[in-house]
């Protein structure tokens, strides 16, 4: 059985917390909870003997944060209606928990970053592939991919229940590329309509299908579905040390908006994680 985080709202808000990341993260702030949800995520945080708080809220929000103990780790313009940026702010429970452990890794994916993410169209991947929208008939075989592909995840896809309870939401749109009816690779997008904006995640490709820009492939159609539902600002967070998507997102123009710490359960730890907008 695989472990995951809890997610559940607290007022009109969405938290999630957990030993996995062991971290509480406020996904998404409604200002009537404000600031009392912060008291809440620091109870939980405590009560659990999580290492990190993180909060995705307005900038406006930001001052009291920081006088709350919590400190800026990533920026994205716009974030809201297109018109006001978001923060990602941390509060860290532990030192060791905010201090970075790969240094040298981050460095060289910097460094893979200024010399090969310089091309703004993606190459074209396989022609043979075909691109579609999953569906929940789909979930089953999007998990074993995903559990192909992830040791470890910060979010149950492993089950095919919570893959079709994130489809049937409306809010979450998953696209796949098939080679002769077989999956070979998977993104999603989870759609913030009421504030505009849409994270781009889940990428998962097949070890056989890498290095055939599948995930590039992905991105701009999802970008092209987005664009049509009127969503202004798109984002992802992305692992620091999986130099490929970093790469690709470089070059399909997003902008490096900063690093979330130590931050998220994933391939079998605890790492750090990117932020990239593109508006």
């Excluded at 979010?155 to 409306?170: I, Q, R, T």
């Excluded at 490709?205 to 290095?211: A, F, I, N, R």
Aim: proline fraction near 6%; hydrophobic fraction near 35%; charge should be positive.
């Amino acid at each position: 059985m695989t472990l995951s985080d809890t997610t559940e709202t607290f007022g009109r808000s969405l938290l999630q917390y957990g030993p996995l990341s062991s971290r509480v993260y406020l996904m998404r702030l409604s200002e009537s909870d404000f600031p009392k949800i912060i008291f809440e995520m620091e109870r939980i945080a405590r009560k659990g003997g999580y290492g990190k708080a993180l909060a995705k809220v307005p900038a406006d929000a930001g001052p009291l944060l920081e006088e709350k103990g919590y400190h800026p780790e990533a920026r994205i313009p716009g974030y809201y209606h297109g018109r006001t940026d978001g923060l990602f702010m941390s509060k860290y429970f532990c030192r060791n928990r905010g201090q970075e452990r790969h240094p040298g890794r981050i460095r060289k994916t910097l460094a893979l970053l200024s010399t090969k993410g310089a091309k703004t169209r993606p190459p074209k991947q396989n022609s043979g592939l075909i691109l579609r929208e999953c569906s929940p008939e789909d979930a089953r075989e999007m998990s074993r991919i995903f559990r192909n592909v992830f040791s470890t995840y910060p979010f149950p896809v492993y089950d095919p229940g919570f893959l079709k309870e994130m489809m049937a939401s409306g809010e979450s749109r998953y696209f796949c590329l098939t080679d002769r009816g077989k999956m070979a690779g998977i993104a999603g997008a989870e759609i913030d309509p009421e504030h505009g904006n849409a994270e781009m995640t889940d990428f998962a490709v097949l070890p056989e299908y890498q290095g055939q820009h599948l995930a590039a492939a992905l991105l701009v159609h999802m970008e092209a579905e987005m664009a049509r539902m009127g969503i202004s600002t798109l984002y992802t967070i992305a692992r620091t040390l999986s130099p490929g998507i970093n790469i690709t997102f470089k070059r399909a123009g997003y902008t490096l908006a900063g690093k979330l710490t130590n931050n998220t359960q994933i391939c079998g730890g605890i790492e750090s994680m990117w932020v990239w907008y593109k508006r």
